[in-house]
C-alpha cells in the first residue's frame, strides 16, 4: 500500500485522539474542581440554580438552596464553584467595591455643554413655535384636504 491511501486513515485517528485528549482534560478539571468545594462555598448547578455548600459526601453534596431550605445533589451536578464576592454578587446583588470615586452624571448633556450652554438652550426650545398634533374632528377640514388632490379616501387612480 501507498502512503497517500493510509494518509485519510492516519489523519482521521490524529483528530479523533486530540478530541478525546480535550475532552479529558475538560472532565479532570471538573472534577478537581468538585474535589477543591469546601462546606462554606457558593456554587452553581448545572441547571442554572445558585446555593451553598453544606455537606460532602462521596458521591453527594447537600446544598441550602435558601435559608432553612436543603437539598441532596449528585457531585456530578455541581457546574461551578463560585468565589465569595461573585456569589454575593449574584445571589445578594452586592455591588464590587469600586477603587475609584468616579461620578456618572444620568444624562450626557453635562458632559458636553457648560450650564449657560444649557440655559440658552432651554430658552430658545420654549420660543419654538409648537407642533399642532391633534386630531382634525372637523369632517369639513378633512374633506378639504381631500379636495386638494381631487381625490378622496379610498380612492386610486388605477383601473
Known sequence: MSIVTLLPFIVL????????????????????????????????????????????????VLLEVAPGVHAVYAKNAIGAVLDDSEYNRIVHGDEEESDSDTVVP???SSLTETAEATDKHVETVEDAPKADLTKKSDAAEAAAEGQKDGKTDGETDAK
Do not use: C, H, W
Open 13 to 60: 485517528i490524529g483528530a479523533m485522539f486530540l478530541m478525546t485528549r480535550s475532552a479529558k482534560k475538560k472532565q479532570q478539571a471538573a472534577a478537581q474542581m468538585r474535589n477543591e468545594m469546601q462546606p462554606g462555598t457558593g456554587v452553581r448547578t448545572i441547571g442554572g440554580m445558585y446555593a451553598t455548600v453544606k455537606e460532602i459526601g462521596d458521591e453527594t
Open 106 to 108: 444620568d444624562d450626557a
